[in-house]
Each structure stands twice: as structure tokens, then as C-alpha cells.
């Protein structure tokens, strides 16, 4: 199953993407289930009858701007140096535990939504990402029942400030200007997606391959991270975590590849789907 959060006809809603185009769950049971987020904790406390496998379809793909998957997550908890090849091209040392840093809910963005480049920097980097969220509720999970509380998939363009992300010891300060968390375009259910080590994660900028690997190169697992994390923090029906990059990064090559303006940006992972982003110029605040 793939969910999609959008907006149509003015307002904000989210549904089922099927290959007629978007079955509106929002107008059906929005009064009492608004969100996405909202579907998820309703799933687990098993208020929500099973989809029905022919739906009917509400509004074509061209018809709805797409908005993240999750579009107020309580956490969105990113995971850094978690490729080998990205490790290597940073010079880091290994770690023992998963790098961890916070990104605010309110920089996400979703597919077809530009990434906007802020006139305090021009040092706009690439990192594409497989995107987990969360579907039950869990404190302290063991590895061997982590793979139980994913509900679903999405692809992930962590979108960095190179220049401000070393201003600190801390990664935070890089990571968090408005529109630059691209999600998307839907979270596919993980029977959908199939075991993940095989599948293809790559990102072209300007159509061009400057990312790639396999999802089994990740240093930390899927589980590894869900049963880590939730061993200081509690996680919730729609929570992200976001799970690194692999090599080939922007502000590692010689000369440094940076996003700008005009630029357009892909995030491909097999069966979980492809996200595109152009670049833009940060919007002034009114």
C-alpha cells in the first residue's frame, strides 16, 4: 500500500495511491482521523478497517500537490556517517553507536516542492536517504521485534548547509533552514517494499549519478537504529527516522558540488519510490 499526504481543491488531506490515482481517506474519515500521523495511531489501536483492494480514485496524480508523507511528525531523528563510503569521504573514525542529530519537523517539504537556498550560504548540499516512519508505539524494543513497529518507507533528501553545519561540534545548525527536508512522494507499506538489503538507493542532480548504493551497505540497520534509539526515547505512531547517506556528497569532491538555483535534484530507491526537487531561492518571511 502507498499513502499519500497532499493537497487538493484547496485543501490539505491524504489517502492511498493506487494506479487510477489518489483514493481520498481525508474526505472520507477527516472529521475524526485528520492526518496521516493521526491514521497511524488510529491503525495501532485497531480503529481502522483494513483498505479495501479496489479503490476507487478521487483526484489524478496531476491534480494534487504532494505535501511529506508525514507532515507533523513528533520526531524526526536523522542518522549521520551511516555508509562506509560516506564515513571514508568525511575522514571520520568508526563508530561503536549510530551518529544521531534532530531535524525540525517544520523543514519538511514534500515531492515537486523546490528546496530553497538561503541568501546566508550557497554551500547547498545532496544527501539522499531511505526514510523510516514509525507505526506503533515502543519504548526500549529489541532488535529481533524492531522490524514490527516500521509502517512504512519513503525517500529522503536531507538537504545541508555545509558551511553551517561545521560552525558547531554539533550538525543541528546545517541541517534545519526552512524547505530543506525534501519527503516523499508517499510512505509505502514494508510488504510492499520486500526485504530491503538488495534495493538500489541513488541520487542525480541535473540527471546526473552522484550517489549510489546498496540499502545493505548501511553500517547500522533499519533494526539496528529502531532497537538503538528507543532505548533513550519512546517512539510513536509517525516518527521518522531518517537513515544516512552513502558517499559522494557534495562538499567532499574537488571542486565541491553545490545545489543552486535552477538546480533539479532525484532521490530513487527501488519499490519505495522517486523524489524530485528543484532549487530555488529562500522565499522572504512577511
Do not use: W
Given at each position: 500500500?502507498?499513502?499519500?499526504?497532499?493537497?487538493?481543491?484547496?485543501?490539505?488531506?491524504?489517502?492511498?495511491?493506487?494506479?487510477?490515482?489518489?483514493?481520498?481517506?481525508?474526505?472520507?474519515?477527516?472529521?475524526?482521523?485528520?492526518?496521516?500521523?493521526?491514521?497511524?495511531?488510529?491503525?495501532?489501536?485497531?480503529?481502522?478497517?483494513?483498505?479495501?483492494?479496489?479503490?476507487?480514485?478521487?483526484?489524478?496524480?496531476?491534480?494534487?500537490?504532494?505535501?511529506?508523507?508525514?507532515?507533523?511528525?513528533?520526531?524526526?531523528?536523522?542518522?549521520?556517517?551511516?555508509?562506509?563510503?560516506?564515513?571514508?569521504?568525511?575522514?571520520?573514525?568508526?563508530?561503536?553507536?549510530?551518529?544521531?542529530?534532530?531535524?525540525?519537523?517544520?523543514?519538511?517539504?514534500?515531492?515537486?516542492?523546490?528546496?530553497?537556498?538561503?541568501?546566508?550560504?550557497?554551500?547547498?548540499?545532496?544527501?539522499?536517504?531511505?526514510?523510516?516512519?514509525?507505526?506503533?508505539?515502543?519504548?526500549?524494543?529489541?532488535?529481533?521485534?524492531?522490524a514490527s513497529y516500521v509502517a512504512g518507507y519513503s525517500c529522503f533528501n536531507d538537504a545541508s548547509l555545509r558551511d553551517f553545519?561545521?560552525?558547531?561540534?554539533?550538525?543541528m545548525p546545517g541541517k534545519n533552514f526552512p524547505a530543506t527536508g525534501a519527503f516523499g512522494p508517499d510512505m509505502v507499506t514494508?510488504?510492499?517494499?520486500?526485504?530491503?538489503?538488495?534495493?538500489?538507493?541513488?541520487?542525480?542532480?541535473?540527471?546526473?549519478?552522484?550517489?549510489?548504493?546498496?540499502?545493505?551497505?548501511?553500517?547500522?540497520?533499519?533494526?539496528?537504529?529502531?532497537?538503538?534509539?528507543?532505548?533513550?526515547?519512546?517512539?510513536?505512531?509517525?516518527?521518522?527516522?531518517?537513515?544516512?547517506?552513502?558517499?559522494?556528497?557534495?562538499?567532499?569532491?574537488?571542486?565541491?558540488?553545490?545545489m543552486k538555483p535552477g538546480d533539479v535534484v532525484e532521490v530513487e530507491i527501488d519499490k519505495v519510490g522517486h523524489l524530485r526537487?528543484?532549487?530555488?531561492?529562500?522565499?522572504?518571511?512577511?
Open positions: 500500500m502507498r499513502y499519500v499526504s497532499f493537497e487538493a481543491e484547496g485543501r490539505a488531506s491524504y489517502g492511498i495511491g493506487t494506479d487510477r490515482g489518489i483514493f481520498d481517506l481525508g474526505a472520507r474519515i477527516g472529521s475524526v482521523i485528520p492526518d496521516l500521523k493521526s491514521y497511524l495511531k488510529a491503525s495501532e489501536l485497531g480503529l481502522v478497517p483494513s483498505a479495501q483492494a479496489n479503490l476507487s480514485a478521487d483526484y489524478a496524480v496531476g491534480d494534487i500537490a504532494y505535501l511529506p508523507p508525514i507532515t507533523e511528525p513528533g520526531k524526526v531523528i536523522c542518522v549521520g556517517l551511516n555508509y562506509e563510503g560516506h564515513r571514508l569521504e568525511t575522514g571520520r573514525p568508526k563508530q561503536t553507536y549510530p551518529t544521531l542529530f534532530a531535524r525540525f519537523a517544520d523543514t519538511l517539504i514534500g515531492h515537486g516542492v523546490a528546496i530553497r537556498r538561503p541568501p546566508v550560504s550557497s554551500d547547498l548540499d545532496y544527501e539522499g536517504e531511505l526514510a523510516v516512519v514509525i507505526g506503533r508505539s515502543g519504548f526500549r524494543i529489541p532488535k529481533s521485534e524492531a553545519q561545521v560552525h558547531t561540534h554539533q550538525f514494508p510488504d510492499e517494499v520486500g526485504e530491503l538489503d538488495n534495493l538500489k538507493i541513488e541520487t542525480r542532480l541535473n540527471g546526473v549519478v552522484v550517489q549510489q548504493a546498496k540499502l545493505e551497505e548501511l553500517l547500522f540497520s533499519v533494526e539496528d537504529l529502531i532497537a538503538y534509539i528507543s532505548i533513550f526515547t519512546p517512539l510513536s505512531p509517525g516518527d521518522v527516522l531518517i537513515t544516512g547517506t552513502p558517499g559522494g556528497v557534495g562538499f567532499k569532491r574537488t571542486p565541491p558540488l553545490f526537487n528543484e532549487i530555488a531561492e529562500e522565499l522572504p518571511r512577511g
